[in-house]
């Protein structure tokens, strides 16, 4: 049963290649290492950032100071913005499972240019150890917001410069895994893997990958002319000089409304794979899935204005930009419909991951719906730039990915780490998180909807009651938290070993040994005319 | 281990591959310009004065001198990659030395044209320029230095990838059947080269 190169022992966390130890991790062109240094880096940023986060809710655990002032709390919400929005959400899927699994997937033996993937991790690190000088050297650390808004982005006197070229580089780094899995998708499929049979989460790879490329270039050339008006003040993003700072959200915004389908896509497919795995059941709509994934991957660029109703737009573009907001919701509906119904009269095997999917299913909801009432003129100017926003992005944000990138996580572990998690400390894990999460998030709807603004580190006494119970989710949450990554540490090293293919899925990944073996297949597979991703009988 | 050896690098060369790569890296540099581009425009429509004001400054002749100057190293790079094509790999070093040598060209071209600019007190946050012009004619020369300065950083990172050419080329890496290197410097010279032939009338001759 085995495979032979899991018999002589190697698999490829144990291999040893050219370097020794540390090195011949930092240096492994192997696509499975990349992915796990990728896990590692993530997860740390992700720690970083939820202890800040944790600060900001102590500090609005009452009105006034807390335990910080009105500048640090900008400085907290600027960097864990930017930390969690660039580091982890932006790289997390693709660049974690992404890799991890793609070429598994598709049956081939790595990705398209290893070195180059190499070189993404290498500039991922990059970034975030320049954004993470300028906390540490000069004047304070950048408080404008993760955003960068022109004019205060070049008017600050905080260290913005390195938080800005960092954020350039991490864009880079997004770029370059992008463009590898496109020519791997394009290139590198096995026999017989046509189109029509690729599992979901490569076309959302693939559709992904396609955003990545179209749109980071732009909000990089933003970022460097707000770099250059820093340093030179060539003015065009400076009114003083005849520049236009709507102009830069312009900008900004062509590129980070695109983002969150670069965040959100890739979890819908990872959940595309573990809802039809519990169900054991083919999925609803193989090809709607598809042509929503592409339709959101293009209808995404025409709807950057609804980020900016109130800053000064005409009368005519207002209307445009809110049709398409909510004409891109639909494909997002769409995949809602099609993972409830593939549930139908399913034979559901309720696990881990499952549950994690189908709390991913509902916050996506709510933070999908939360946006509507954002993307409809009226109600925006009422609750824009309030708690509301906060509610509304942590829950498709927050919630989309990270609960999608939960459920990854229990998901492939088995075959990631070769051995199963305690399932009972993963379910009481979930379900603090989740109680944790909803404590946090849902407050801000409605604290929102009665004015509580965003980015302040004070609020009004009737605000209180709302924001006790929110800090008071984010330590449950913290907790949840806790438990998951310790039961998954431990169980990484101590847990049992773990089946090939523990879920009884059917895309390739699981006919391989877990851990996979280096070179992941020792015949390169073939798919037949009756084989597919999700033919359950 | 003794396996480890054929375990570290699965060979993923393909002509194919690196084709797709290097057109989908191009594409991003598109944008990368392409957005630069919409912000010319836009504020090319709000002052059409003094951006017309402001192109009498540029020196049309040394604008031309590069635009031909750039012009002639497509085609010595182009010709190239036809050398290698046909197994003269000696003729292909010597093509792309020579394209090197024309990029060198640009550049010291772009240093006095720059250093003229400067003697006349015109960069970005100058005293000149704060005091006596326009904003419109600001913003002029704001986009002139930052689209030909990341142009110029272009320039300087097609000839980086000419030396790896080069280096491939000697020591046997870049071949005739396997000539990826070569054909991916080549096109993103191209690249290179088409972007100035946007640039150059937008600063240099629209009236
Ligand atoms: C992947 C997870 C997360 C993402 C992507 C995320 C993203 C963001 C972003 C983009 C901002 C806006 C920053 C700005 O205004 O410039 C923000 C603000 C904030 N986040 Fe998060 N966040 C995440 C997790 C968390 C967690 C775990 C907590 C709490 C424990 C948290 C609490 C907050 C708070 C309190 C604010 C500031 C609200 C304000 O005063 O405006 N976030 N987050
Ligand atoms: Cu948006």
Redesign the interface.
């Known amino acids: 049963m085995q495979t032979s190169s899991a018999v002589n022992g190697a698999n490829y966390l144990t291999y040893q290649g050219k370097y020794k130890g540390l090195l011949g991790w930092i240096f492994s062109t192997d696509h499975k290492r990349i992915g796990l240094l990728y896990m590692y880096s993530i997860a740390t940023m992700f720690a970083t950032g939820l202890l800040l986060g944790l600060a900001m809710k102590f500090e609005l655990l009452a009105p006034g100071k807390t335990i910080m002032e009105a500048q640090t709390y900008n400085a907290t919400f600027t960097v864990h913005g930017v930390i969690m929005i660039f580091m982890v959400v932006v790289p997390g899927l693709p660049a974690v499972f992404g890799n991890l699994m793609l070429p598994l997937m598709i049956g081939a033996k790595d990705v398209a240019f290893p070195k180059l993937n190499l070189l993404s991790w290498w500039l991922y690190v990059t970034g975030v150890f320049l954004v993470l000088a300028a906390l540490l050297f000069g004047p304070g650390a950048p408080d404008t917001g993760w955003t960068f808004y022109a004019p205060y982005s070049f008017k600050t006197g905080t260290n913005l410069l390195p938080a800005v070229f960092g954020a350039f580089v991490l864009g880079f780094s997004s770029i370059l895994t992008g463009l590898n899995f496109l020519v791997t998708i394009h290139r590198l499929r096995c026999p017989g893997l046509k189109w029509t049979k690729l599992p979901l989460f490569v076309w959302t790879l693939y559709g992904t990958a396609w955003i990545q490329l179209l749109a980071t270039p732009v909000v990089g050339i933003t970022l460097v002319l707000v770099a250059l008006e820093r340093v030179f003040g060539v003015g065009i993003f400076d009114p003083a000089l005849g520049g236009d700072p709507i102009l830069y959200q312009h900008l900004f915004w062509i590129y980070s409304h695109p983002a969150v389908y670069i965040m959100i896509l890739p979890a819908m497919g990872a959940i595309s794979e573990i809802i039809p795995t519990f169900a054991q059941k083919h999925i609803f709509g193989y090809k709607a899935i598809i042509a929503s994934t592409m339709a959101i991957a293009f209808v995404g660029y025409l709807v950057w204005g609804h980020h900016m109703f109130t800053a000064g737009m005409s009368g005519t573009a207002q209307y445009y930009f809110s049709l398409l907001t909510f004409i891109v919701a639909i494909p997002s509906a769409i995949k809602v419909f099609n993972w409830i119904s593939t549930l139908y009269k399913g034979a559901i095997n309720v696990q881990t991951p499952f549950y994690w999917a189908i709390s991913f299913i509902f916050v996506f909801m709510v933070g999908g719906l939360s946006g509507l009432v954002l993307g409809a003129l009226a109600t925006d100017v009422h609750v824009h730039d309030t708690a509301f926003v906060v509610g509304h992005f942590h829950y498709i944000v927050f919630g989309g990915t990270g609960f999608a990138f939960f459920a990854a996580m229990h998901y492939w572990f088995p075959k990631i780490f070769g051995r199963m998690y305690d399932k009972s400390w993963a379910n009481i894990g979930w379900l603090v998180f989740t109680i944790g999460f909803l404590a946090l998030y849902t407050p801000m709807f409605y604290l929102g909807i009665m004015g509580m603004p965003r980015r302040y580190y004070d609020y009004l006494e009737e605000f209180h009651g709302g924001n006790i119970l929110s800090t008071f989710g984010s330590w449950v949450l913290a907790t949840g938290f806790v438990i998951i990554v310790v039961n998954l540490i431990r169980s990484a090293r101590k847990g049992e070993p773990a089946e090939k293919n523990p879920w009884h899925s059917k895309t390739l990944e699981w006919t391989v040994s877990s851990p996979p073996p280096v070179l992941n297949f020792d015949e390169e597979p073939v798919i037949g005319e009756n084989d597919g991703p999700y033919n359950y009988k | ?1 003794e ?2 050896h054929h ?4 060979d ?1 060369y ?1 002509e ?2 690196s084709k ?2 290097m057109w ?2 191009i ?3 598109l ?6 581009f ?2 010319y425009a ?2 090319r429509y709000m ?1 059409p004065d003094a951006f017309h004001l402001a192109a009498e400054e540029l020196n049309r002749m040394i604008g031309a001198i590069n635009t031909i100057i750039l012009l002639i190293s497509s085609m010595t790079i182009a010709m190239s990659t036809t050398a290698l094509r046909k197994g003269h790999r000696k003729l292909a070093i010597a093509l792309v030395s020579i394209t090197f040598l024309i990029g060198l060209a640009f550049l010291v071209n772009k240093y006095f044209e720059w250093g003229v600019k400067f003697s006349h007190g015109i ?3 100058s005293e000149h320029m ?1 005091n006596e012009m ?3 004619e ?2 002029f020369f ?2 002139y ?2 689209m030909t300065g ?1 142009h110029a950083l272009h320039i300087i990172i097609g000839m980086a990838i000419m030396v790896f050419a080069i280096r491939g080329l000697i020591n046997g890496k870049v071949q005739i059947d396997r000539p990826s290197l070569l054909d991916n410097c080549g096109l993103y010279w191209h690249l290179v080269d088409l972007i100035w032939i946007f640039l150059f009338p937008l600063f240099y001759l629209i009236h």
Request: hydrophobic fraction near 55%; charged fraction near 10%.
């Open positions: 281990m396996h480890a375990v570290e690098h699965p993923m393909d194919e591959s797709i790569g989908l890296f594409f991003t540099e944008l990368l310009f392409g957005a630069l919409v912000v836009v504020y002052n960069w970005p946050g704060l326009s904003q419109g600001i913003l704001g986009l230095f930052v990341l």
